[in-house]
C-alpha cells in the first residue's frame, strides 16, 4: 500500500533551519504532485509548498524566500527546506500526494521554533 514518511523536525531557534525528508513507497512517486501542509494547534491545516511531476514549485505567501520545495525521483523522497524560521512557523508539517482521484498523507513532523 502507499506509505508516505516524514522526517525531519525538531526544536530549532528562530532564525535556524531544518530539512523535512518525506520518502513514499508503493506508488510511482514521478507521477505524483508533491506538496507540504502545516497545522499549527488550534487552527486549520494550511498549504506550503508543491512541487508538480515537472518539477514546477508554487509556495504559500507566507513562506516565499524562505522555504524551498524539491524532489528526488530516484529516492522517492520530496524535501522541505525551512530557513531563516519564526515562532509562528511552529505546526505539525505533512507530506501530501496527489494524482488524479489519489490523494495521500503522511503522519506528520513536528517543527517547533522557540528560543
Known amino acids: 500500500q502507499v506509505q508516505l514518511v516524514e522526517s525531519g523536525g525538531g526544536l530549532v531557534q528562530p532564525g535556524g533551519s531544518l530539512r523535512l525528508s518525506c520518502v513514499a513507497s508503493?506508488?510511482?512517486?514521478?507521477?505524483?504532485?508533491m506538496g507540504w501542509y502545516r497545522q499549527a494547534p488550534g487552527k486549520q491545516r494550511e498549504w506550503v509548498a508543491s512541487i508538480s511531476s515537472g518539477g514546477i514549485t508554487n509556495y504559500a505567501d507566507s513562506v516565499k524566500g524562505r522555504f524551498t520545495i524539491s524532489r528526488d525521483n530516484v529516492e522517492n523522497t520530496v524535501y522541505l527546506q525551512l530557513n531563516s524560521l519564526k515562532p509562528e512557523d511552529t505546526a505539525v508539517y505533512y507530506c501530501n500526494a496527489n494524482y488524479l482521484d489519489y490523494r495521500y498523507w503522511g503522519q506528520g513532523t513536528q517543527v517547533t521554533v522557540s528560543s
Open positions: 508503493g506508488m510511482i512517486f514521478s507521477i505524483y504532485h
